[in-house]
Nanobody
Framework: QVQLVESGGGLVPTGDSLTLSCAASKRTFSSYAVGWFRQAPGKERELVAEISAHGDFTQYADSVKDRFTISRDGAKNTVHLHMSSLKPADTATYYC??????????????????WGQGTQVTVSS
């Protein structure tokens, strides 16, 4: 079992930056790939960014490329999502999720097994 706790959400103006953090309970978190997802009211959940277990592969949705950066701190069992140039369209509840995938890039469409409770990001216009 992996427990995930997100933090760092908030209300920011357009163009501002925010960093979300996802802290994991499991000491072997370094064997898990992690994804950040978001869901806005009335919209489907969207995969925003993914990072491989060892941090050597990252993937981003087209809507956030060049604005968001996913990274992981192995010593602290934490994955971060740094978001810059935020837009009102980025407003959503953001969730981190993990799946056991110790080597290489996470295949497209991989189901994630463990989820955090979510953190709200609101970007004002």
């Amino acid at each position: 079992q992996v427990q995930l706790v997100e933090s760092g959400g908030g209300l920011v103006p357009t163009g501002d930056s925010l960093t979300l953090s996802c802290a994991a309970s499991k000491r072997t978190f370094s064997s898990y790939a992690v994804g950040w997802f978001r869901q806005a009211p009335g919209k489907e959940r969207e995969l925003v960014a993914e990072i491989s277990a060892h941090g050597d592969f990252t993937q981003y949705a087209d809507s956030v490329k060049d604005r968001f950066t996913i990274s992981r701190d192995g010593a602290k069992n934490t994955v971060h999502l740094h978001m810059s140039s935020l837009k009102p369209a980025d407003t959503a509840t953001y969730y981190c999720a993990a799946t056991f995938w110790p080597l290489g890039r996470v295949p497209t469409g991989t189901e994630y097994d463990y989820w955090g409770q979510g953190t709200q990001v609101t970007v004002s216009s």
